[in-house]
């Protein structure tokens, strides 16, 4: 598997979800993980995610403002093959200028 990270992806005000990626984005396993010092909830789901009714949340993150274990979650294929789609995951915050470490994994393609 080959790694890839986003590094911080920022809600740049909150109840506006954040799509992962614009364009199709093939992966086998996405991680999220909250950063240490942020101060407020952050959410990951789908499209229509709404942090206020919890629709389209998959996982609602805890915030670690005083630096102990951040919280993450991590999303597998469940096969050998990319068969999750980055742009189709979407992430909000509580507090705007928030946000989450953003990690993805790919099979490499084969060169032929």
Partial sequence: MTPSSLGRV????SGTP???ATARTPC???RLQVIAGLTGKMYFGTAGLNHNTLAGVIKE???NPSG???DSYEVWSGVD???LDLSHYWIDAAVSGEGLIVSYWN???AAF
């Fill in 61 to 63: 993150f805890w915030p």
């Fill in 81 to 83: 093959e990319d068969a």
């Fill in 68 to 70: 102990g274990v951040d």
């Fill in 18 to 20: 954040v799509q992962l």
């Fill in 28 to 30: 086998c396993r996405i």
């Fill in 10 to 13: 920022n809600v740049p005000a």
């Fill in 107 to 109: 099979r490499p393609t």
